[in-house]
């Protein structure tokens, strides 16, 4: 009974939800993606080939149950589908959203690698979590008990919360610590609206609340709490953080005004859409509008900058990036997006310096061409000499990506271990740091990495410090 639902990708062919025209879309900065129809969800699952050894499910980081609850969804079981998918997701409806599903579950689909199109299990995720906020079928949490232990975390961003909601919902009592006045960290500040919308957040924020977690907003440990005043008030701490120094370019004219950091920009538009007064948008310095614009960078964040730029109004929004297409980090999903929105592509160039004096007129760029591959197996871009043009410019975004910030030196924690890469050494499963009762997760472990890694580590960390909070007092001072 069950195999004649599935099995469908013979005859069914792939099919996303549709996207908003781009002519669309870039006039505002709501997702570019609409809902599946009941129909189509439950159609799209049926397409499942329910292998044996399901690799969609073990090149999820988060190993969700994805031929089961794509079985349920087929069978218009909607709620146990949904059921089955929040048991190891603590962020589903996000996750739907945001994962490059390309790299993860969706690139290892055995349909696809037959020819056959994946089965598009991201979207069918988005839409079963979607549905249950719909329908009430996402309870509030209520703890049992309650339970006396306290634990402190250091940053609300995926991972902050991830811990928070399974601590929460086994009755610990939860204060999570944040620099910004809100919640979510890159969820809320990072990520723009039309990739995943700020309410989809909050929504999750506002449940926390609910649920009698403390959030301690504006407050910058290191600044205006100390971190061992946290470690005094709770048994156990968890510092989720993520990564914020950005890699800046060093060249000729890079102090001039109009060249600012990705993260800067993009959290000015983000609070824009919340509404929120932003002088360095309002002056134009963070605003793309009727400005040549010149991103550098080839990653996500870089699309997310030359997207948001195109809905700013931006004039020309151009992208530098130093390999070829081929070898981009970015997601192709967000390539072809931006494609499809007026963004221009220059592969193969990167900046050799800056046109103009106190004000940015221009990116110095030079040509480049692939070389022998490097120690990572990677062709390493090399300079064509004497090839050097001038991209006029009013505004460059530089995303290079981000490394982390000295936290035993801005903390004063100096024996708080860390890497060579300055990230902070945790257990690999139980993320324990090697200070007693001290854990890590999400990017300032990994460095700059995914949302559902981060979900993953935090989930693991407060089920680690679950049993640490049951060990005698004794066993856990030692
Ligand atoms: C522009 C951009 C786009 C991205 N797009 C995607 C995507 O599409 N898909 C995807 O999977 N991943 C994406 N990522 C990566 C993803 O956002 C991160 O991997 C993830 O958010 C890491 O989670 P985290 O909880 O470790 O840290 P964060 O989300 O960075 O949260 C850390 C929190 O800690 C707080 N904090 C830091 N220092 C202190 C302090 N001293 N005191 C108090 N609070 C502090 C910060 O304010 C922040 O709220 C993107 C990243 C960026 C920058
Ligand atoms: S959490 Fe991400 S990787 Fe896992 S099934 Fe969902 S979209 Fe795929």
């Known amino acids: 009974m069950a195999t004649q639902k599935m099995l469908k990708f013979v005859t069914l062919g792939k099919e996303t939800p549709e996207k908003r025209d781009a002519s669309l879309r870039t006039r505002d900065f709501d997702e570019i993606y609409r809902e599946f129809a009941a129909q189509k969800a439950a159609e799209q699952a049926s397409r499942c080939s329910q292998c044996g050894v399901p690799y969609c499910q073990s090149h999820c980081p988060l190993h969700n149950n994805i031929p089961d609850w794509l079985r349920l969804t087929a069978e218009g079981r909607l709620q146990e589908a949904y059921e089955l998918s929040q048991a190891t997701n603590t962020f589903p409806e996000i996750c739907g959203r945001i994962c490059p599903q390309d790299r993860l579950c969706e690139g290892n689909c055995v349909i696809e690698q037959s020819g056959h199109g994946t089965v598009t299990i991201g979207a069918v995720e988005k839409y079963l979590t979607d549905t249950a906020w719909e329908e009430g079928w996402v309870k509030p949490i209520r ?85 061992d005043a946290i470690r005094g008030q ?34 000015a538009s983000n609070r824009k859409s919340f509404g929120d007064e932003v002088p360095a948008f309002d ?133 708080l271990a860390t890497t060579r890469w300055g990230t902070i050494k945790a257990d690999f499963r139980s993320h324990a740091t090697n200070l007693p009762g001290v854990y890590a997760v999400g990017d300032i472990v990994r460095g700059a990495s995914l949302v559902v890694w981060a979900i993953r580590d935090g989930r693991e960390a407060a089920e680690a410090i679950l049993t640490y909070l049951a060990q005698p007092a004794q066993a856990a001072a030692e």
């Open 283 to 415: 002056s134009g310095d963070l605003n793309a509008m009727g400005k040549r614009v010149v991103v550098i960078g080839g990653g996500d964040t870089a699309m997310d900058c030359v997207r948001t730029a195109i809905r700013q109004g931006a004039l020309s929004v151009k992208c530098l990036y130093r390999r070829d297409r081929a070898n981009m980090p970015g997601s192709q999903r967000e390539v072809q997006n931006a494609e499809e929105e007026g963004v221009d592509f220059v592969w193969l160039t990167a900046p050799r310096g800056f046109t103009g004096g106190t004000e940015v007129e221009g990116v110095i760029v030079q040509k480049m061409r692939l070389g022998a591959p490097d120690s990572s197996g990677r062709q390493s871009p090399e300079v064509i000499e004497g090839a050097d043009y001038v991209e006029p410019a009013d505004l460059v975004v530089q995303a290079l990506g981000f490394e982390p910030e000295e936290i035993p030196a801005l903390w004063g924690v100096r024996d």
């Open 234 to 267: 709770h048994d156990a701490v968890v510092i989720a953080t993520g990564v914020y120094r950005s890699r800046d370019i060093e060249c000729p004219g890079s102090g001039a005004r109009g060249i600012v950091k990705a993260l800067d920009y993009l959290t």
């Open 143 to 227: 703890p049992a008990m309650e339970r006396p232990e306290s634990v402190g975390i250091i940053g609300a961003g995926p991972g902050g919360l991830a811990a928070a909601d399974v601590l929460r919902r086994a009755g610990v009592q939860v204060t999570v610590y944040d620099r910004y006045d809100r919640a979510g960290g890159l969820l809320t500040y990072g990520i723009p609206g039309f990739k995943l919308e700020k309410h989809i957040v909050m929504q999750r924020v506002t449940q926390l609340q609910e649920a009698g977690v403390t959030f301690v907003l504006n407050c910058s440990v290191g600044t205006d709490l100390t971190f």
